[in-house]
């Protein structure tokens, strides 16, 4: 049974310095009222891994912008202008992964695998930076560790008093593999949390046990145009 | 004869190697105008890094949207009948796993090898690769829709790209408003010019050294 918590209660669990997964692509899963309640807490030297940057005031953005993080590792930044000034100023550790990479570093940290091996990024920046090149069955690869946090923050559509949830069209993301692989998952969630019965199992994309705490949404889903 | 301008001829051009119920990714900028060209009767399936097969045209702002629907450039969009939506592990999945025929892509720099650089400037604001190096190292084919020159004159179809690389020799085609290049073991060949486009004049705009067949044709388009 996951705890129904607001979301300051919820944050209550996160601590300084800890990492966490942040799901959402161009904020699209990510869990706003959390992050408010994050930058609330005054969190500080986070480690976030997230697919991008969000915007200035969506999304990790707002934990950039309020200066939560510590170090940052994402697929792409292009509407967050201050990741490139905190990193020229020395606060902001900035660690750039292929969008797939990133994908399967999560993914193996919750599907309790070694790491992963892939020919995405061969002879490019990131194996001259932290990519280990392999070579297996006659081909190259380059290896990548797992990456686990100790919390995931995600946003989804449903859910039930079980922890089960549903995202709704392209909200899922990175979501549903960053709640596999954390120590405490978060659920934002935005429809009324239904009683369990309510969701038919064959829809259910996280399994309710792997969800730990659930935050009703409060507000509208804030659409933002480009 | 009033040539066409790159934003037409180059996503025409690749429009044209398209076929019914083929699966591709197409990049921001000149490689988004390919679908307006794809004949009609032919039904092409879009896949996009956030998770969509199927994905539809985008909304105008103010319009009325689903909030959990965007394209892979930020653009709140529809669904199209037939469309799926998954997470970014089975995106990636299709992608490096040779499931797309074609991913089309704007470069930077591109060279005579298929080397490509198009994600970061040396110096420049750094935004990050996205997806691109999986789009690159994965689909079948890469084809590049790129202007032969850059601002300044320069050619953007190298000897050697100078720009830190998104793929080392992964590229298959590279479309421009002056020619169809193809690169092969025996290096870049010329394959088309441009309507109203001479071969000396394709040669004279390209730093790359360009095998030139004896007979090159004129583009289809």
Known sequence: M?????????VSKIQDGMTVHVGGFYAVGTPEDIIDA???KGLKDLTVVCNDGGAPDKGVG???????????????GGRTPIIPELVD???????????????????????????????????????EKFGQRVHLNGQDFLYHTPLKADAAIV??????????????????????VMCMAADLTIAQVYKPIEEMGELDADDIQVPGPL???LVQQTGEERVMWR | MTKLSPREIIPKRIAMMFTDGMLVNLGVGIPGLVPQHVPEGIKVWLHAENGSIGAGAPVPPGGEVDPFMVDASWNYCTLLPGASVFDSTKSFGIIRGGHLAYTVLGALQVDQEGNLANWVVPGGKLAGMGGAMDLVTGAKKVIIATEHTSKDGSSKILKKCTFPLTGLKVVDYI????AFMEVTPEG????????????????????????????????PV
């Open chain 1, 2 to 10: 996951a705890v129904i918590l607001s979301a300051k209660e919820a």
């Open chain 1, 38 to 40: 994050m930058v609330a």
């Open chain 1, 62 to 76: 707002k934990l950039l912008s309020n200066g939560c993080v510590k170090k940052l590792i994402i697929s792409w």
């Open chain 1, 89 to 127: 100023k020395g606060e902001l550790e900035l660690e750039l992964n292929p969008q797939g990479t990133l994908a399967e570093r999560v993914r193996a940290a919750g599907w309790g695998l070694g790491g992963i091996v892939t020919p995405t990024g061969l002879g490019t920046i990131i194996e």
């Open chain 1, 155 to 176: 946003a989804a559509y449903r859910a039930d008093k079980a922890g089960n949830l549903i995202f709704r069209r392209v909200q899922n993301n990175f979501c549903e």
């Open chain 1, 211 to 213: 969800v730990d705490v």
């Open chain 2, 175 to 178: 479309v421009t408003e002056l």
């Open chain 2, 188 to 219: 870049l060949v010329l394959k088309e010019v441009a309507p109203g486009v001479t071969v000396e004049e394709v040669v004279s705009k390209t730093e790359a050294d360009l095998v030139i067949p004896a007979n090159v044709p004129v583009m």
